[in-house]
């Protein structure tokens, strides 16, 4: 009785304790965010260099797991002739930004920078929680910075 | 199942039992794999006494102490001072050289804030390159403050203090030493007492950061011949929001406090006030009653397991995990390889392999690991680490869990194969 009421408060506290199905099988292919695109980017990284002439650089890096992003961004007439980056990070940080760059070499700097998360999460194709988000997101900012330093 | 109200305080806990079956949340399903728990040094599982015995007080026995005149109150003050006797006996200090504190941090604070308070322009504060922010960053702030100079106990290439450079570098100057006795990095065991030797010499205090030592190592403030400890209860089996900081008595009385509020002051008028005497006088404000009580029970349950058992325990574990990792290739251990001087914490890096991307797929087999600079972007840039994968274990881990750590980690290199 006493074990079956305890059982219930559980279950009305669990809008507090949020407690998900941690008790469902492995992730199904759709949830794999390991997918061989992303290894390929992050192993196969495309634009990671620094530009030998740029109109602008800019690093931000991610205090929580240290992750760091240099941006150089070469522009004309409006226009992102350029961009590179270098940095470390984890197979999501690196392999969106070795995406993103690639994406915005030629568009204006107001298409990129009208760039939100989710256009980085569709460019990857891939779910993220909350937290690898901000890996995903850390090239967009450190772009969105440079930009902005770019006024 | 309802116990009595005063057997809060004399709940034996029997040895023969098996560890695991102490912990209820061993035998949760993460993603559908039982749970391989490896994130120890962040933070540590409860036992089932320590869950009965918080609970038994919210029940049977809650209410704020030092207080009312009334039965529950009375309870409620013996079961939380009888809690700081427990842990006062658990570390051979006494009971008015207990402060209960939120944790480490909040103890290394206090020491920097009142300590500090008397430091002069041109003192100096030595650290080791191997500390926990918490043990750097209050430091960092009050020499600011105050014109005082840091200073850093180096690594050797074993990942140990070099003393001889630590001998060189405290000087008369030196007012305050504060290390860390376990890095939860390297895993190194520091020699805290020969430091507080060469502390005491040039009349320094020591402080040791014991967030790491104090769950694993049986510590003993006056065999270390420390001057002050900090640790944190839930690195212990106990809850989160409780630590202590043991300090000397002689040092605590000609401390200043650190909060004020209720509990610490002896009387109050509109323009002044005096403190209360210790420990209370540096516990402002409603302590956290039930924490100091389920602290007390960890501690409990700790001896009577027995710490020497633990130490055994552990140290076999770190055998078999050293030679086990030692198997897999790209794989780099941060730390000491040798069984002497050193907890079973082991960082590691994997070659080409991120630490956030190893922990993501560690996840998917139940494993709970950490990735990242673990609290220590220092020494991190010491050792030109973007960060490190980290697996600590306790007393309930097994061979298994090590086992089941060695075949993720084969998963995490076929997936970046």
Known sequence: ?151 | MAMKTNEIENKSVPTIVPVEEDFPILKTLINGKKLVYLDNSATTQKPKQVIAAMTHFYEHCNANVHRGIYTLSRQATEAYEKSRQIIADFIGASFDEIIFTKGTTESLNLLASSLGKKLQPGDEIVLSEMEHHSNIVPWQQIAKEKKCILKYIPLTAEYTLDLEKAKKIINSKTKIVSVTQMSNVLGTINPITELARIAHAVDAVLIVDGAQSVPHLPVNVQELECDFLAFSGHKMGGPTGIGVLYGKRKLLENMEPFLYGGDMIREVSFDNASWNELPWKFEAGTPSIAQAIGLAAAVQYLQNYGMDKIVEHEKKLTAYALQKLSTIPGLKIIGSAHLDNRGAIFSFTLDGIHSHDVSEILDREGIAVRGGHHCAMPLMSRLQLPGTTRASLYLYNTEKDVDALVTGLKKVQKVFA
Do not use: W
């Open chain 1, 1 to 151: 009785m006493a074990e079956k009421r305890n059982e219930e408060l559980i279950a009305e506290s669990a809008a507090v304790i949020n407690h998900p199905e941690i008790t469902a099988a492995a992730l199904t292919e759709q949830e794999e965010i390991y997918k061989e695109n992303i290894i390929d980017h992050y192993k196969y990284p495309r634009n990671k260099k620094e530009l030998s002439q740029y109109t602008c650089s800019r690093t931000e890096s991610n205090p929580l797991c240290g992750d760091k992003i240099s941006i150089y961004l070469a522009v004309d007439a409006g226009k992102i002739t350029e961009i590179s980056f270098q940095g470390h990070g984890c197979a999501i940080s690196q392999a969106s930004a070795s995406m993103l760059t690639e994406h915005s070499k030629g568009m204006s700097l107001s298409s990129v920078a009208s760039f939100t998360e989710k256009d980085v999460q569709s460019l990857l194709g891939i779910p993220l929680s909350p937290i690898r988000m901000k890996c995903a997101i850390l090239s967009l900012k450190t772009i969105h910075k440079a930009l902005e330093e770019l006024k």
